[in-house]
């Protein structure tokens, strides 16, 4: 088939945007050798004085190989160049050499400054009239102290910035220009850590390299751009050792600097004091547990003009140890990291998993994770961490940047440190409290007011059922019945209506709520009967890009037009004018049908609840049904009374776009759970939301009438306070870039999908379906018939090679989707669709290369 | 009845006893009127310059009424008597006032010194030869600026100890004698604070009193004891101002001080800076999001003979401010916590509660909790907080006191941090890793290979039965029927073994393995229909403090000796040797017989697993199940190739003095679960531990035959940190000083409750039995026949009696509680007896005069 041109074009483009882009995202450390970064709780407490003595003990002990190198990265100088940090190590180090009788080739540079430190650096080379813009100083010099017959050991030191101004780097870079931002200082830092140690393209034995990255200031002192270093350097995550402070004071300032760094999910293995006669290091140990040794180094000569010569051979032990304890945390941590995936098959059983077809080789190790991002563990040749966009939203819960998962961690210390946990029944505490109003003044805003806690979906929807029951119970005349009679029994046998290919959870409750499949037979639990009646719904999607309707067969004999089961847009999908279609009155009528076969005075069964997940089935397969159908499917069944569940674990908080997927259906449920991307996706919790008339069914005067169900950790602090942010972070249009009300008047998410991308990839050959709403893109592969079951080892190569692109997806069946959060900007959910198009080419050419074979 | 001469001297004891523990253990604070911790992110920042600006604010300005009082408060000074903050306070007012021309009545004391203090301030009053305590300095001056026909406002200033050396708190004491216990200083503060703004047994008006309380050095600086400050006055939560570094390398410090507040659960209503001409405000802001207003106060001078007083002038309207602020974060406060229970009651759907029965006045509003204890807010006449021990250990999940509080609050924002939430399938993260080698090498050892992670109890038991039955199916022939036809259906039904009055959880599963009750009829879960052969087990108790046996009526007939059904101790029931008694015989007999009734080869219906509490069945009532009757049943179960699942989701983790209630049984299962207090009362998490031959049952080519259950969190990073770190923390006799292991190879904690407390309360005509053991105490109240649901309402009114005495209860029908933490000393659990019985007695007299009237 002949590419169309438009299509060869936007491919083109593709490629090249790709390779931009691959380059702007994929962030890739290498772990060869020990790296770290130095930190300090203050400025002038030492840091560049620690950094030197690590690499004197690291180069210039007689003892130690010589085939070594170290590398010192000062990402930010100011001050310069009467300061120049990188200067002071290369001389000191060269300094040591000769005094120790040690060779050492050591270079010194300074590669980018602004104009005004560059015209004080060289004023010949630089003038007022050159850009504001970073100056290449390219500044370069080498010292060699050889001795015979012995190969030298290397000192790299280098600045990368360096301003004038002798003043924290976001004030230097704004008054003198130069500013930098986050991404380019964290890119040059990785280069030059990757460049750093190779020569001649061959890499140093393990711990035959050491880096350090020395901060500029503080622990939270801003960077160029700004940004707090702490946050700045987060992507990078390298192991810290903290300088801190030996001063009366100090105590507090090193241990609230300690308490950054964790906030920050840094690893800190040791901290280093000057002595100053006050012993610090005995509460700062005492308090720590000695989790982390702290070091004391002599008194700093104050005097301008000594040169530190005696005291580096005085501190000698102290650096000796403090970088043995640097290289020890460094083969623990990546000893660790190779063993993890062995370990994790030993001892895990990890859910939805056949563990025989899990190889320890292809288990991923996550180091860490910061915004959308994974931080992933790998050997290929070399061991480096890299990153992965987390398109599973790990398992659809994710929401946060990370700019909001600091806050939530700062969040979630207090709420644990304020509140730890305290029983919810019969009081309140502020979290709990401002969690529930949220929830009533955002997704259960205009029809609920109460709100039930528990900790997951599954949960939710137990509750949310037993709430139902009562409901239509109360409303049918039963509870009566009940109360007089015996509680604990009745002639009535309750079902659900619910969808086929619906998903509620994995408890036995929730599981019963939906229509029989391979999760739920006897072979899984075999309790499960499945009260149901299961419809088959009506689905909409995106294919050869045009979205249209697909209709199960009972609606076939339909006297349907075909501007009923296409649509021009996807917003005409959602128009509540359909509710006058052809369409509106089959749906109905085979609805009222299907109730009628149940009606309350034929027989024993009854439907006591209708339970959808509105507008799109996620475990189902990504399925998005007509929202037409299932609004009628409500309408009726609120004709008849039957209470309406809506299960918005997974389609609730923006995830399709709107706050509530009920905003898109049109229309509201007598109750409705809420779980997931509820706290941001960083905790367990659920809600199940209801209005005032289902509550009122279990007021009474006796307990035995009350709801009892209950969870030790219901309306849990930390919990609670995670929704209470999130919640309030995601609408807000300061917070969350993403939201605009100009369509509405209720707030919805920009589209987040490049429309041009998403119409291509519903036309790729290889692509059945495509459904692309709010955070979600997923697509349906073309199963390939004459190969029962390769469509989902299709999807698992295809998966395997966007992992290597820097994309962490699962496949659900032969469904491969990319989810993002609702503050994820736009260019990063193109960025991915693009890697994804890119990847669905390659493998389609190796599909077809398979089959002419 | 006459008491025993013993029971009375002891009744005296406790009297007496009681009135000491009382004064030690409720902490009460006033909030009638604000009261602010002033905090510093270093020395030398300003603090006393900003108590002095508030005080002058609130004092000194001519529109304000005069009927004001503002009190100052040092705790802990250094350098005295050449520092002294609280009279460099008295000064300044003093001459501000007369600057101003504004009456002011102020008065300065300062309390109590170190020997060395005492010495320098009043060299004839104290000699070397006084002892090394603290002494009673009782210094105190005073000065009025009058105007006529003015009332005067008033200020106080005090500092409460003093010591010579200008050190760190911790080093002074240390060099000067004079330590501080930690209680002792926070009962002083609060001493000080109740009096101090009382006049003649009046108080002043809400807004007429203000309080500051100034903190020694930086946030995290050490007290007299060592304790650092942040954590020395967490008791006392007084929402804070902190004295930020306006320097170069301020905005760092300023920042990680702020967060070692949040980490310990502060408020931080403002935050001060001195303008060095750097705009670290700016960043500040931006940091803080405007959550946090920052104040710039002009530059300070240096000049020492400058006496401050144009620097006031200057400073006024940033003292308004600030004090402004500080009065409306305090009125904000006050009206949130007056509203809350009122909005709780219009929000929440509380679990097992009938929310008729529940008016607003009844709801307890809990405003953090430290340790054991919940801060509850009350309004008797006045607003305060005051402390109450957590009898209920917030629904049975707590753990942690003080300190691991603190440490866990870190490692929660540490794992926020480092990952929020990682999807758990097929991957693999540090803190799931090293919390599943935890649980394997503690509660699972010796029998456990795999760990499946979910969120609750509940879950854990549905996934527990999925997998017994799985295995039973397994080795019961069915498993390959399932594969070779239809997995989804089969002929089999398979149904639990279990003991009435076991509970297991609240969603469909975990109820159909209950027993019927009120909790699982048709009211509750129309589904419910109890899948299960449910035995009534015999149950040990002490009564007359003797532990006797309770047999059911099917045992009546046994040929039983008196000493087959009576213990000298309670160690006598977990003896082994009773597997070789009579009454094992007939356990044994009973159970077989039981089981053939549902052999494998008769009728469809099977017995497919075992389901236990081991030892006390918690939600049922608090029953000690003779363990002698678990073990049979058990030996029966493994004989007849059925599944064994213990729920330890009460038991586990020390509920019971040992890591697994197993441990007291003295055999294992094939699978159990734990949940509660393993993430040490936190965080929800929960796991199914399970045998290699229970997961190899779900091993193959499939993945249709993996366990397909799973939650979103599965093995979520917090709750897995929290749960290592908690899980470490309990079996370190370093952290855990109850842990001791003198009567076994392993460890158990001593015993917590007194044991002639425990008997005496066991023989109080009230109580028809106690049980004791591990950090559980329950007593269930004698029912008075005449009355029918008396009980209830009895436990109910002393529930109410005890929550006045500090101890927060809930009842379980009848019976009544106290639950500790593993780490709980025994002096705070024999106090917590100690106002048991005697609320006990109090209210059987009331019972009686009720009677006799």
């Known amino acids: 088939m002949l590419l169309r041109r438009s299509h060869r074009h936007r491919l083109l483009l593709l490629h090249h945007n790709h390779r931009q882009s691959k380059s702007f995202s994929t962030l890739t450390v290498p772990l060869s050798h020990p790296t770290y970064t130095i930190w300090s709780s203050n400025t002038s407490l030492g840091k560049t004085l620690v950094s030197a003595g690590i690499s004197s003990s690291f180069l210039l002990s007689p003892s130690s190989s010589n085939a070594k ?24 180090l060269s300094s040591l050499s000769l005094r120790r009788n040690l060779p050492l080739f050591s270079s010194h540079s300074v590669l980018l400054s602004s104009l005004p430190a560059a015209k004080s650096f060289k004023p010949n080379n630089f003038s007022l009239n050159d850009s504001q813009e970073m100056c290449e100083l390219a500044f370069y010099e080498e010292r ?47 280069r030059r850590l990757e460049e750093g140690l190779l020569e001649d393209g061959v890499e140093r034995g393990r711990l035959d390299g050491f880096c350090v990255v020395e ?54 293995v040791a901290i280093v004091i000057e002595d100053h006669g006050l012993a610090n290091e005995i509460p700062l140990m005492s308090y720590l547990r000695t989790r982390v040794p702290v070091f004391v180094l002599p008194p700093i000569p104050q005097d301008p003009s000594n040169d530190l010569m005696e005291w580096f051979d005085e501190s000698c032990n ?19 990291l190779n063993e993890m995936p062995r370990r994790a098959g030993d001892v895990f059983w990890w859910p939805f998993t056949q563990h025989k077809l899990v190889p320890p080789s292809t288990v991923t190790v996550i180091d860490s994770r910061c915004g959308e991002n994974f931080s992933v563990y790998k050997v290929q040749n070399k061991e480096y961490i890299t990153q992965q966009f987390d398109a599973c939203a790990s398992w659809w ?16 210390g207090y709420a644990a440190a304020r ?45 949310a059922l037993k709430m139902a029951f009562r409901k239509f119970s109360s409303d049918h005349g039963i509870l009566p019945e009940l109360l007089e009679n015996n509680p604990a029994e009745s002639c009535h046998e309750l079902m659900v209506l619910a969808l086929t290919g619906s998903y509620h959870g994995d408890t036995l409750g929730a599981m019963e709520a939906q229509a029989p499949s391979s999760y739920t037979g006897f072979l899984q639990q075999p309790w499960y009967t499945g009260r149901g009646l299961f419809l088959d719904p009506p689905t909409v999607f995106m294919h050869n890009g045009k979205w249209s309707l697909s209709l199960p067969e009972v609606f076939h004999s339909g006297n349907l037009e075909p501007e009923d089961i296409t649509f021009r847009s996807r917003d005409e999908i959602f128009l509540k004018s359909r509710d006058k279609s052809n369409l509106a009155g089959l749906y109905s009528s085979y609805v009222s049908q299907q109730l009628s076969q149940y009606s309350t005075f034929s027989g024993t069964k009854q439907i006591g609840a209708l339970i959808i997940e509105p507008v799109i089935q996620g475990a189902g397969g990504m399925h998005m049904v007509d929202p037409l159908f299932q609004r009628m499917l409500v309408n009726e069944c609120r004709h008849s009374r039957i209470p309406v569940i809506f299960d918005e674990v997974f389609t609730g908080f923006w995830r399709l776009g709107v706050e509530a997927a009920a905003e898109l259906l049109g229309c509201v449920p007598d109750i409705a759970c809420f779980a997931k991307l509820m706290t941001g996706g960083i905790i367990p919790l659920s809600a199940t939301l209801a209005t005032d008339a289902v509550f009122n069914s279990f007021t009474g005067d006796s307990k035995l009438k009350a709801l009892l169900h209950g969870h030790s ?103 491969i989707y990319v989810m993002c959060g609702p503050c994820t900007s736009p260019e990063i959910c193109t960025q991915q669709l693009h890697k994804l198009y890119l990847k669905l080419e390659e493998f389609t050419q190796v599909k077809r290369a398979m089959k002419i074979d």
């Not at 992507?235 to 920050?264: C, H, M, N, Q």
């Not at 102290?318 to 990546?334: D, G, H, I, P």
């Open 69 to 92: 190198k170290f590398l010192y990265l000062k990402p930010l100088q100011t001050g310069f160049p009467s300061d120049s940090d990188s200067r002071f190590l290369f001389q000191k």
């Open 144 to 190: 060699k102290v050889l001795k015979e017959g012995k190969v030298a050991p290397e000192l790299v030191s280098e600045t990368l910035y360096a301003w004038e101004g002798a003043l924290s780097p976001h004030l230097a870079a704004e008054r003198e220009g130069g500013a930098v931002g986050d991404s380019e200082l964290i890119k040059k830092v990785k």
């Open 215 to 268: 901060t500029a200031g503080g622990v939270a002192s801003p960077g160029a751009s700004g940004t707090l270093q702490c946050d700045l350097y987060r992507p990078l995550r390298f192991p810290g050792v903290l300088v801190g402070d030996g001063r009366l004071g100090g105590i507090s300032g090193t241990i609230s600097a300690y308490e950054t760094l964790k906030l920050r999910g840094y690893d800190v």
């Open 318 to 336: 102290v650096f000796n140890s403090l970088k043995e304890t640097m290289l020890e945390a460094y083969l623990e941590r990546m000893r660790r």
């Open 397 to 412: 819960t994710q929401g946060p940047d990370a700019t909001l998962q600091t806050e939530l961690a700062r969040d979630m």
């Open 419 to 463: 509140f730890g946990h305290v029983m919810f029944p019969e009081n309140v505490y502020e979290p709990a409290l401002e969690c529930a109003e949220l929830l009533l003044d955002g997704v259960g805003k205009g029809w609920a007011t109460r709100v039930y806690f528990s900790d997951n979906g599954s949960t939710a929807i137990e509750i």
């Open 713 to 815: 950790y219901s309306a849990h602090a930390m919990g609670c306070t995670a929704a209470a942010k999130s919640i309030k972070w995601f609408k807000d249009p300061i917070t969350n870039l993403n939201i605009t009300s100009e369509k509405s008047q209720k707030n919805v998410l920009r589209e987040l999908w490049d429309a041009e991308l998403v119409e291509q990839i519903s036309s790729h050959p290889s692509v059945s379906r495509v459904v692309a709403l709010g955070t979600l893109f997923a697509l349906e592969l073309q199963p390939d018939g004459s190969d029962a079951g390769y469509a989902s080892l299709y999807a698992r190569s295809l998966v395997q090679m966007l992992r290597e692109d820097g994309i962490y997806c699962r496949p659900l069946g032969n469904v």
